[in-house]
């Protein structure tokens, strides 16, 4: 049974960081590249980050220069941190393993 199980989120104040986790089992973790999306309220569900296999990554504009995306394929398991946050960076973040989604995790940037 695959599962992708993010963990992480919760509430921080603009320029606050958090570190995002997406814990997986059932797949086989290092031939998989992984992506880290989110979905704003009355938004469309956007790509965040993602890694390659191979450890090459990309980000939105929107985020760039303050999240980073990295893996530990012993652990089966993805990371973003995230620094500078701001208030737009409000969403539900998902971890996916295509075609495998996770749950998502909230995070709200409030003060």
């Known amino acids: 049974q695959v599962q992708l199980v993010e963990s992480g989120g919760g509430l921080v104040q603009p320029g606050g960081s958090l570190r995002l986790s997406c814990a997986t089992s059932?797949?086989?973790?290092?031939?998989?590249?992984m992506g880290w999306y989110r979905q704003g309220p009355g938004k469309q569900r956007e790509l965040v980050a993602a890694?390659?296999?191979?450890?090459?990554?990309n980000y939105a504009d929107s985020v760039k220069g303050r999240f980073t995306i990295s893996r530990n394929n012993a652990l089966r398991t993805v990371y973003l941190q995230m620094n500078s946050l701001k208030p737009e960076d409000t969403a539900v973040y998902y971890c996916?393993?295509?075609?495998?989604w996770g749950q998502g995790t909230q995070v709200t940037v409030s003060s």
């Open positions: 996916k393993g295509p075609p495998y």
């Open positions: 059932g797949i086989i973790f290092s031939i998989y590249d």
């Open positions: 890694i390659t296999s191979g450890g090459s990554t």
